[in-house]
């Protein structure tokens, strides 16, 4: 699970001060009274392809893709959008929505849906969202608060592509002001998305972050931009790593200053079950434990097990999400993970 108080580490050949995670999509058509032609991404890995204006930057290919605009190279960027390509359990693009809107509604201060729309996609079926939502604390694209405690009105847009047993879920974000001039961007890939067919991944492809984590028998694993997904059912594992904030140098500065006030802050009750565990590595690094639970304002409970870890400037996290039916089961996936996690 991606907290949005946290900033994405990797990008290939570049550094990226952007990213969120649950939940982004693409870019505008107008700037300084010039017409913005349309460059062409064919990405062969993921097995899509897809327009976008010529004023962003692509900035991850492999088998999901990842684009900003603004100066990528050192300030934070004006909006962001990946695309992610998922494997699909016969769901419609409509039912993948309806099962997942809560989940992406849960990690916000106010989530207010604006548009969710079926659309006519050649071969599928197709779904365009948008809402707007309340931050608190930092998101690092342009308007962001500048303190923890502080909140900004951003816009989600979304695209959900579902073609037989592959779905491609097109994430955009960008603040309120913002979008105005960059959403239009959406349109583009709206109209210019195909599945293609993909070549098969080689180990530079898989190559995205600077650690490695083992796939435990019954999780399937997924890739993305600084992090791995393994899911089993509605259960999820996630590796990833940020940059650490000022205010957290380590582990437990972390966790006390980053992590429990975003939990307080963006969830209708944050409780700690047991202790914070301090004597725990995770890749030979030191780290800390958790065991929490988060409810939503629907009333839903959902149970976490974190371990985190502060190594050469940059948070390492390995993340159960779970029901709390599923939350057991799930243990000695997290263990093997943890277990065999290691940097390169």
């Given at each position: ?236 594992i996630t590796a990833s790593v ?53 409810s939503t304002v629907t009333g ?15 948070v390492y996290t390995v993340v ?25």
């Amino acid at each position: 699970m991606l907290h949005p108080c946290l900033t994405l580490k990797k990008a290939v050949n570049k550094r990226i001060l952007a990213a969120i995670l649950a939940a982004c999509t693409l870019l505008c058509l107008c700037a300084c009274n010039k017409e913005i032609e349309n460059i062409t991404c064919k990405n062969t890995v993921g097995g899509y392809s897809f327009d976008y204006p010529e004023n962003w930057e692509l900035l991850k290919e492999g088998a999901s893709s990842f684009i900003s605009i603004g100066d990528v190279g050192g300030a934070v960027p004006y909006a962001t959008a990946s695309f992610s390509m998922q494997e699909n359990d016969g769901e419609t693009a409509k039912e993948h929505w309806q099962v997942n809107e809560e989940f992406y509604a849960m990690g916000y201060e106010s989530f207010e849906l604006i548009k969710a729309e079926e659309f006519d996609f050649k071969g599928g079926t197709a779904m365009e969202i948008s809402a707007e939502v309340t931050v608190v604390g930092f998101t690092n694209l342009d308007g962001q608060p500048d303190k923890a405690e502080g909140k900004a009105v951003y816009v989600l847009r979304q695209l959900i592509f579902v073609q037989k047993d592959k779905r491609c879920v097109v994430s955009y974000m960008a603040s309120k002001a913002n979008d105005k001039e960059y959403g239009g961007a959406m349109t583009s890939v709206k109209k210019s998305f195909k599945f293609t067919d993909a070549k098969e991944e080689t180990a530079e492809d898989k190559n995205i972050a600077d650690f490695e984590i083992p796939t435990p028998e019954g999780w399937s694993l997924k890739t993305a931009e600084a992090y791995y997904t393994l899911t089993r059912g509605s259960a999820s594992i996630t590796a990833s790593v940020f940059s650490v904030k000022d205010n957290a140098t380590t582990a437990k500065d972390c966790w006390e200053n980053v992590y429990v006030p975003d939990f307080t802050a963006n969830f209708e009750e944050y409780k700690l079950v047991g202790e914070l565990k301090e004597d725990v590595k995770l890749g030979g690094a030191p780290a800390v434990e958790a065991q929490y639970t988060l409810s939503t304002v629907t009333g839903n409970t959902y149970s976490f097990r974190q371990i985190t870890a502060v190594y050469y400037g940059y948070v390492y996290t390995v993340v159960l999400t779970a029901s709390a039916e599923d939350y057991e089961d799930c243990m000695a996936g997290f263990d093997a993970v943890v277990t065999g996690f290691s940097f390169k």
